[in-house]
């Protein structure tokens, strides 16, 4: 292996989606074969290539939902490595539903033309956002059928930053988001703030999420009971609230009425991480000659830039993937769970992970609402699902999830959501 292939292969892989990739290099054939004729093309000529290629990518996507079937089927039976999809690409998750990615497909063809692209081939983001279409559509069948009522979708978590608002930003009552949020509420679902940013204060969620918190107050759209269907957990799976109409504002929980039993890892080991992901980032300040200082919290370290400088990406993915490299082979830390990332302008290393953060809202709204919600009946929303240096990835293995990449998807993912919901009929 040349060292040119490390690099642009090995070395990026954590930039990569296993399974993105992999659909990217099956659609590359019918769109390399339906090139067509360098010259002499008649209108004719483009019909045909523009249906022969939508029929071939639709083939695709058919045979897709199949595999997924087959690996639903294989997790079912225990052996979930003997799907042909594990085998295929080793790096898959866990599907909690089925996904229609067919009809998905016809619904992105339509607006990113990607069937009628002679140029530029079906992208990362095209399959991304047919993924997310599949996951939609089949959460919100559910809804249309009286038996299917297992399957329904309870709860909807949010990442904060790239997702609900942009970068270190708040989220405040002009934002497009918010009316989507109080429609998912409005139909009784609970929703809830999955976010790193780790605060012991109300106060200090109550500041980055004021307009959303303040409309939930007032808005007659919704009944006493569905404003508390609110949640925020922050510092990943650190600090759990949950909006109170008694007491008209974020009322925090403290940890012995929610910890999970296998979140009960010792403090000494928690110290111990904190003390040593502290050391390693002030080490590489040094080494990597970065204008940053670093930041310990009770249940977080950060490194960030200081006051008139920033860092550029470079910077950022170098410091993430070594602290999480030295932190894997840490004793302390092999024995809890702990999460590096990069949030964009800075790298925290937090005790726990969105998987716990999740997992933690699903059994305090089952406990306390005597309900029952699981992994297929939520829905994650996030923007970080590289498999290194990004934190909602973990939350594949709690939720079902839809990537996005800034607010505004966010917004157009919801509208299709609440569509799909009330129009099913149409989809
Ligand atoms: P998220 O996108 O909602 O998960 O928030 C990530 C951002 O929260 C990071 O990029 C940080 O800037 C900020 N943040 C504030 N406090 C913490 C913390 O304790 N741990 C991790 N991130 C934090
Ligand atoms: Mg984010």
New binding site residues.
């Given amino acids: 292996m040349t060292s040119r292939y490390r690099v642009d292969y090995s070395l990026k892989e954590h930039r990569r989606d296993g399974l993105v990739e992999w659909i990217k290099g099956l659609l590359a054939t019918p769109f390399v074969l339906y090139a067509v004729k360098s010259n002499g093309l008649t209108a004719f000529d483009d019909l045909m290539v523009n249906s022969e290629a939508k029929r071939r990518y639709a083939e695709i996507f058919h045979d897709l939902e199949l595999l997924i079937d087959d690996n639903i089927e294989m997790t079912k039976a225990g052996q979930p490595e003997l799907s042909r999809l594990k085998q295929l690409v080793p790096s898959v998750g866990c599907f909690f539903t089925r996904l229609p990615l067919e009809k998905a497909f016809y619904i992105e063809d339509e607006r990113r033309t990607i069937s009628k692209r002679r140029m530029v081939a079906p992208s990362f983001n095209d399959i991304r956002l047919i993924l997310n279409t599949a996951q939609l559509l089949e959460l919100s069948s559910s809804f249309h059928s009286k038996m299917d009522t297992n399957n329904r979708l309870e709860l909807v978590t949010f ?5 609900l608002y942009d ?2 930003m708040n989220f405040d009552a002009s934002s497009p988001i918010l009316p989507e949020l109080i429609r998912l509420l409005a139909k009784d679902m609970y929703v809830g703030i999955v ?5 012991s204060e109300g106060a200090k969620y109550y500041g980055r999420l004021k307009g959303l918190i303040d409309e939930i107050q007032i808005s007659d759209k919704l009944t006493d009971k569905q404003r508390e269907n609110l949640l925020v957990m922050g ?2 799976a650190n600090y759990l609230f949950r909006y109170s109409n008694a007491k008209k504002e974020l009322e925090f929980y403290p940890r012995d009425k929610w910890l999970l039993k296998e979140m009960n890892w010792s403090e000494n080991d928690i110290t111990l991480t904190l003390d040593f992901a502290q050391e390693v980032l002030s080490d590489l300040i040094v080494k990597l000659s970065l204008p940053a200082m670093v930041i310990r ?1 009770e ?2 370290v ?1 490194l ?1 830039a200081k006051e008139g400088h920033s860092l550029f990406r470079e910077q950022l993915e170098e410091v993430v993937l070594r602290v999480d490299k030295r932190l894997k082979q840490f004793p302390a830390s092999k024995r809890i769970r702990w999460c590096a990332f990069n ?4 790298i ?1 290393v ?1 005790i726990g992970d969105k998987a716990f953060g999740v997992k933690v809202l699903q059994e305090f709204i089952s406990a306390n609402d005597n309900t029952s919600i699981k992994a297929g009946n939520t829905l994650h929303v ?3 699902f590289t498999s290194l240096g990004a ?2 990835y973990a939350s594949r293995t709690a939720a079902t999830t839809c990537w996005i990449s800034s607010p505004s998807e966010t917004k157009v993912l919801l509208k299709d959501l609440i569509r799909y919901i009330d129009d099913w009929a149409t989809y």
Avoid at 159 to 163: E, Y
Avoid at 195 to 199: E, K, P
Avoid at 343 to 346: E, K, M, Q, V
């Fill in positions: 990442d904060g930053d790239i997702t970068d270190g976010t790193a940013a780790g605060y510092g990943e919290k249940r977080a950060g960030v949030g964009g302008s800075d925290w937090d996030g923007d970080q934190n909602d």
